[in-house]
């Protein structure tokens, strides 16, 4: 799957998310690694989400992953808990944020 596409994916999974219960602002990275490499950047601030495919340096939360992974996790043949344990994907900075981010996208 190309960048491109990815992104798209991400992008229209977190903009129809609801983010109504959402109490703090947060900023995140998802680094795709790998031949389709890019980064995306996703934030809830003041109640509004933005979302762009740019590397951005002050995130609350960083997320890296390969594109191979990325997309065995769209088509479900991984699962994101076992993927996090196993290295497969890799966070730094509020964990916490990562899994509740998680659980409202899956939904």
């Known amino acids: ?3 491109e596409e990815s992104y798209s994916l991400i992008k229209t ?3 129809t998310t609801d983010m109504s219960k959402v109490d703090k602002d947060f900023s995140a990275i998802i680094c795709l690694t790998g031949k389709n490499a890019g980064y995306v950047y996703v934030a809830y601030i003041g109640g509004k989400k933005m979302i762009e495919p740019v590397k951005h340096d002050k995130a609350n ?3 890296t992953m390969s594109d191979e992974t990325f997309e065995q ?3 479900k043949k991984i699962d994101p808990f076992k993927a996090f344990t196993t290295g497969k994907v890799k966070a730094k900075g509020n964990i916490f944020l990562a899994m509740s981010l998680y659980k409202k996208m899956k939904k």
């Open 13 to 15: 999974k977190f903009l």
């Open 73 to 75: 996790l769209i088509q």
């Open 1 to 3: 799957m190309k960048f």
């Open 61 to 63: 939360l960083f997320v």
